[in-house]
C-alpha cells in the first residue's frame, strides 16, 4: 500500500487526489482500477441509466471499453 498522488482531468483539470491504493506490476490495459472504496470516498457516483458519472457538479459521460 502506498500513498498515491492522481488527478481526473475529465472531472477538474487542476485538482489532486491523494489516496492509499494497493499497488502492483501488471494491470495489462489499464492504468489504475478504481474500487467502490475510492469512489465512496470521492463522492463520485455512477448512474448506468443515463451512461454518465458524477463529481460534486461534474457531469461526464462514460466511454466504451474496447474489447480485450
Known amino acids: 500500500v502506498a500513498k498515491v498522488q492522481f488527478s481526473l482531468p475529465k ?3 487542476d485538482k489532486v ?3 492509499n491504493m494497493h499497488l502492483t506490476e501488471t494491470l495489462k490495459n489499464y492504468n ?3 474500487g467502490q472504496d475510492l ?3 470521492l463522492g463520485i457516483n455512477i448512474n448506468s441509466s ?3 458519472c458524477s463529481w460534486e457538479n461534474n457531469v461526464i459521460s462514460m ?4 474489447a480485450v
Open 11 to 13: 472531472f477538474y483539470k
Open 17 to 19: 487526489v491523494e489516496y
Open 32 to 34: 489504475m482500477i478504481v
Open 39 to 41: 469512489l465512496s470516498a
Open 50 to 52: 443515463t451512461s454518465t
Open 63 to 66: 466511454r466504451g471499453q474496447t
